[in-house]
């Protein structure tokens, strides 16, 4: 009897000694050592022309309290969050379930819909979810309201110092929307003859940037062309953010 008590009481003591598997309050959300990396990367991918850059995230969260939203195809705007806010806004993906979710749900897209993804980055793993609307798991409206919510302070105009650029020569209908590349941006020649477009930095980067921004706000109905060199070319940029792979 005094043995069978005693492992009673050794059951009872490594029980509470272990960590609850699952349950409310109970995930490490603690971030990623992989600092580079977002916190929170989302993106809705339209099936649009690249010109209008569809794949790039439209929220980025980095571990140091940076966030960049898009706001047009060429606009972004940047400002600093707090750490206690990445944490609320973890707890608050986690309350909805985001980190139980699948990593795909699939279904008939509707006209004009988009295919949502969402990635998050902790130190338990990454976890990425992609839907096509109308299939979507619970509380995901809610998941991407959270998201979409982040503060952005000061809400800076943000114009990025690295981009990969890709040029096309090409003829333009009558009527079209010719302009003069400037000078100090990169060679569009140079640009064309990559397959994969150009990755460019520093000031040369941020000349094309501008100037692309100002040709695809116009209110011009048709994709604007530029003029380079005695050609005339299509020309779009995507940004290349740290650590952010392209697609």
């Known amino acids: 009897m005094r ?15 272990l960590p609850a598997a699952g349950g409310c309050g109970t995930r490490d959300l603690s971030l990623s050592t992989c600092k580079d990396l977002p916190v929170v990367d989302y993106r809705s991918v339209k099936a649009i022309s690249p010109a209008y850059n ?29 750490a206690s806010q990445i944490d609320e806004l973890l707890r608050t993906l986690d309350g909805y379930g985001f980190f139980g979710l699948n990593k795909v749900y699939t279904g008939k897209p509707l006209p004009g819909g988009a295919r949502e ?38 809400g800076a105009a943000y114009v990025p110092d690295k981009i990969r650029l890709h040029a096309t020569a090409a003829g333009p209908p009558e009527g ?5 590349w400037p000078a100090g941006a990169p060679d569009l020649g140079a640009s064309a003859a990559q397959p994969d477009g150009m990755v460019v930095t520093g000031d040369t980067a941020t000349t094309a940037w501008k100037e692309l921004n100002e040709g695809y706000s116009s209110g011009a109905a048709a994709e604007p062309y530029w003029s380079y060199g005695g050609a005339v070319y299509t020309v779009f940029a995507s940004p290349v953010f740290t650590g952010v792979s392209p697609d």
């Open 117 to 154: 993804t969402l990635s998050v980055v902790i130190l338990t793993g990454t976890y990425t979810t992609s839907t096509d609307r109308p299939a979507t798991p619970a509380n995901w409206d809610k998941i991407v309201k959270a998201v979409m919510a982040v503060p952005v302070p000061g």
């Open 54 to 82: 569809p794949t790039v995230p439209v929220v980025l969260v980095y571990q140091d309290g940076t966030v960049i939203k898009k706001q047009g195809p060429y606009q972004f705007i940047s400002g600093k969050i707090s």
């Open 176 to 180: 079209a929307q010719v302009s003069a």
């Open 3 to 17: 043995r069978r008590t005693a492992a009673i009481a050794i059951t009872i003591i490594i029980s509470l000694a």
